[in-house]
């Protein structure tokens, strides 16, 4: 138990302290690139030798981003151009902007305005992500980002080195799910937050050292006795779910994430990039296999049935949804998805969450009854 502690804790100290991460990988000579949710091709960076550097917002106060986006625009952007206009993210050599919702297609011209010094690299892929030719336009854009990386890094990127790096990041993606079940299994070892900090330190680290410690982690929890708590079994779902203060509250109601939908977590490790014989082609196709996201194009609303499948195959007693503030797809995917949850008898809580949150009483009365009415 002292080990997995210990590894824990490893893993906290990363996020933490990101920016540590970051001056590290400059201090070693390696350029690094900021990348923001969702679906960037983050293998291209890693296949140019660049360091991914994820950019999911923080927990602050804003003062400075209000003169760019209004306040109605959720907190994850918010806090992402304020840590830009700080100078808090000063090293790296650009970041990658994915334009896959309204108020992220005004990230970059916010960015170029406010920050100027780190170039923008923006990434488009298809609506239409399961056609042949949505596939191929994905490709096509995803071959340009690629260029761009090739004039920052100084280096050209052969289809060799971008395979092995697609084929080091199903490596983590395959340590990331043996983890969660891992963690599912031993709540009285791994708390909701050590959960997602174990999985949100590989946005800094690099993947490789990434997976190695979670390999060990795994290893560690799988040999210890069964758990003597069973606890309710929650799988939550949203964009983010990385509160400390909302994932104590789970913890103190008795709550085990049991499995998750949530971007930032296992929207990152569901599905693994095909091996294709043009590694780009593989990269493009894993954007029409992904389900579950709210800024995916899923008129059927698959994200719906998967939660379903998710939740019964977890034994769940319940979702939780943790709802971005102002994130309009998340506010789309309501309605019919609630429905979907109703239709299956999986009881469902949604609670508001932003990152500039200062009390979460509101949300610890929500969760305490929710889980009252769990246990019934
Ligand atoms: S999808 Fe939602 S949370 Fe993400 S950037 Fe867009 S509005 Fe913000």
């Not at 999986?346 to 769990?374: C, G, K, N």
């Amino acid at each position: 138990m002292d080990k997995v502690k210990e590894m824990l804790s490893e893993l906290h100290s990363v996020c933490a302290d990101p920016r540590a991460q970051l001056d590290a990988a400059l201090a070693r000579g390696r350029k690094a690139v900021g990348v923001l949710p969702y679906f960037c091709p983050e293998e291209l960076v890693y296949a140019a030798g660049m360091l991914p550097f994820g950019l999911w917002g923080a927990e602050m106060q804003t003062s400075l981003s209000g003169r760019y986006y209004p306040a109605f625009t959720c907190s994850l952007l918010h806090t992402a151009l304020e840590m830009g206009l700080r100078g808090q993210l000063a090293g790296l050599s650009a970041i990658m902007v994915p334009l896959c919702c309204d108020s992220l297609k005004c990230f970059g011209p916010n960015w170029k305005y406010g920050v100027g010094t780190v170039p923008v690299i923006d990434v488009a892929w298809a609506q239409n992500r399961k056609t042949e030719a949505g596939e191929e336009f994905t490709r096509a854009r995803f071959r340009r980002v690629l260029g761009r990386l090739e004039e920052i890094s100084g280096k050209t990127v052969s289809d060799g080195e971008i395979a092995e790096a697609v084929a080091l990041y199903n490596e983590n993606r395959a340590a990331l799910r043996a983890f969660s079940a891992a963690a599912a299994a031993h709540p009285e070892a791994v708390s909701p937050l050590q959960r997602c900090e174990a999985m949100k330190a590989g946005y800094f680290m690099d993947r490789a050292a990434h997976t190695a410690k979670l390999r060990a982690l795994t290893e560690a929890l799988c040999s210890l006795p069964e758990s003597p708590r069973r606890g309710l079994r929650i799988v939550t779902t949203g964009i983010l779910a990385d509160s400390p203060a909302l994932l104590g509250i789970l913890e103190d109601a008795g709550c085990t994430v049991a499995d998750d939908q949530v971007a930032q977590e296992s929207g990152f490790f569901r599905t693994d990039t095909p091996v294709t014989a043009d590694p780009v082609v593989g990269l493009a196709r894993r954007l029409g296999l992904a389900e579950g996201c709210s800024v995916l194009f899923d008129p059927g609303k698959e994200r719906g049935r998967e939660l379903v499948k998710l939740a019964k195959a977890a034994g769940a007693d319940g979702v939780l949804w943790v709802m971005a503030k102002f994130c309009d797809p998340e506010e789309f995917d309501y309605v019919p998805v609630r429905r979907m949850l109703e239709e299956a008898g999986i009881p469902l809580l949604a609670v508001e969450y932003d990152q500039q949150t200062a009390s979460f009483e509101q949300a610890r009365s929500a969760i305490e009854a929710f889980a009252e009415m769990l246990r019934g």
